[in-house]
C-alpha cells in the first residue's frame, strides 16, 4: 500500500519502516509540543525545551511502535504472519498478511494494541510522580507521554473499522453471531459513523472555535477512515464472493514452455514475441527447472543475449514465489498485488503443475462467478 519507505531494521522477522509522509506528522508534533512547552515553562533554557521535546517525540513514536508491536506479536502466535510496521502521518500500522479465520483471533489481535498503550499510559504517569523529584522537565515528558498514550488506546478503541475498536465489535458481533459478514458489516457501519462524527468535530472546531488548523487536520483524519472504512466493507465483499474458488480453479495447465539451452535471443524472438507472453517455464513438462521473464532478460546487456541460455538467467524453481493448488482466491489475489506479480506458478510440492497470468486472472474469476451465480 504504502510505497517511498525507509526501513530502520527488523524486530523479530517484522520490518519497520517509516513512510515519507511520517516526516510531516513528525515535524508538526515537534514543532507544537515545542511550542507549547516553551510557553508553558517559560524559565526553561532553550537547549532544554529541545531535549525534552524531541526526546519526548521519539519516545510518543517508540509508543506507536510498541503499540502496533502488540497487535504484531499475538497475530504472529496466532500463526497469522506479519510483514512490516510502518509509521506514516496517520500513526502505525502493522502489516498482517491475512485477515484472522477466527472471531477469537481477531479480539485478541485487535484488543493487543490498545492494552499496550494503556499499559504504557500507566508507566507513564506512574513514573511522572517520582521523575518530578529529579527533574521538571522529565516529570513534564512522563505525565505528557502518559496522557498522549491514553488517547492513543481510548481513540483506538472506538468501534468503527478500520480502528482497533472496529475490529473488536466486528469480532464480538462474529462471536455471538456466528457470522463473519454480519460483522464485518457492523464495523463498517462504525467506522462511517466514526468517520461523519470526527468530520462533524472538525467542522465545528474549524467553524466555532476558531481552531483552523486543528479542525481540518481531525476532518482530514475522518476522510482517511472513510476510505479506510469503505475499502475494507468492499474487500471483505470481494473475499466473500470468491469463496470456495482455489488455484488450481484459476491455474491453467498449459504450461508455456523453453527448453534449457535455448539462446536468449532466440527465446525473446521465438517464444516471447511469437506467443505474447512475457515469461516461460524452462525445461521439459515433467521437469521444469524454473521460470524466465521479460525482467530477466532486460538486466542482460543485449549484446550478451545471443551467448547466454535461458537457464543462465532464469529463476530457479526453488526460489519461485509460488502458490498450491488448494491455495485460496483472495490470498492469490492479495500475493500477485503485494508482489506485482505478472505470473504465479502453481505448485504441488516441487512439481510446477500451472500457473495464473495476472491479465487473465480477473476474466478467469468473472466466469467463475457468473457459473456460481
Ligand atoms: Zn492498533
Do not use: C
Not at 83 to 88: E, G, P, Q, S
Request: net charge neutral.
Amino acid at each position: 500500500m504504502f510505497r517511498s519507505v525507509l526501513v530502520l531494521g527488523y524486530i523479530r522477522g517484522i520490518r519497520i519502516e517509516i513512510h515519507i509522509s511520517w516526516l510531516i506528522i513528525f515535524v508538526l508534533l515537534l514543532v507544537s509540543l515545542g511550542a507549547g512547552l516553551n510557553q508553558a515553562y517559560p524559565d526553561w533554557s532553550v537547549p532544554v525545551v529541545l531535549i525534552t521535546t524531541v526526546g519526548t517525540v521519539l519516545l510518543f513514536f517508540a509508543s506507536i511502535l510498541a503499540h502496533e508491536m502488540g497487535h504484531s506479536i499475538v497475530a504472529i502466535r496466532r500463526g497469522i504472519p506479519v510483514k512490516a510496521i510502518t509509521l506514516f502521518i496517520f500513526g502505525g500500522m502493522a502489516q498482517i498478511s491475512k485477515d484472522s479465520e477466527s472471531a477469537n483471533d481477531e479480539f485478541w489481535i485487535a484488543i493487543a494494541g490498545p492494552a499496550v498503550s494503556f499499559a504504557l499510559a500507566a508507566g507513564f504517569l506512574l513514573l511522572a510522580l517520582p521523575a518530578a523529584a529529579i527533574s521538571e522537565p522529565l516529570s513534564v515528558a512522563m505525565s505528557w507521554l502518559g496522557l498522549i498514550n491514553l488517547i492513543v488506546a481510548v481513540f483506538n478503541l472506538i468501534p468503527g473499522f478500520p480502528l482497533d475498536g472496529g475490529r473488536v465489535f466486528r469480532a464480538l458481533v462474529w462471536k455471538f453471531t456466528g457470522d463473519a459478514t454480519l460483522g464485518m458489516r457492523a464495523a463498517v457501519m462504525g467506522g462511517r459513523l466514526v468517520a461523519y462524527g470526527l468530520f462533524a468535530v472538525g467542522l465545528w472546531s474549524m467553524l466555532a472555535m476558531g481552531n483552523l488548523l486543528g479542525g481540518l487536520w481531525i476532518m482530514i483524519i475522518a476522510w482517511f477512515l472513510l476510505n479506510m472504512a469503505e475499502a475494507s466493507g468492499r474487500d471483505f465483499g470481494l473475499r466473500k464472493r470468491l469463496h470456495g474458488l482455489r488455484a488450481r480453479d484459476l491455474a491453467d495447465q498449459d504450461l508455456p514452455l523453453v527448453p534449457r539451452a535455448t539462446p536468449v535471443d532466440e527465446w525473446v524472438h521465438d517464444h516471447m514475441l511469437a506467443d505474447g507472453l512475457r515469461a516461460h517455464f524452462v525445461g521439459k513438462r515433467d521437469d521444469i527447472i524454473g521460470l524466465v521473464t521479460l525482467s530477466d532478460a532486460r538486466k542482460l546487456p543485449r549484446e550478451r543475449w545471443s551467448q547466454t541460455t535461458v537457464a543462465d538467467i532464469m529463476t530457479p524453481t526453488d526460489d519461485l514465489v509460488h502458490v498450491g493448488s488448494d491455495s485460496r482466491a483472495d490470498e492469490i489475489l492479495q500475493l500477485i498485488n503485494e508482489r506485482g506479480l505478472n505470473q504465479l506458478p502453481v505448485m504441488d510440492g516441487e512439481r510446477v503443475v500451472g500457473w495464473i497470468d495476472r491479465r487473465r486472472l480477473l476474466g478467469t474469476i468473472e466466469l467463475h462467478l457468473e457459473l456460481k451465480a
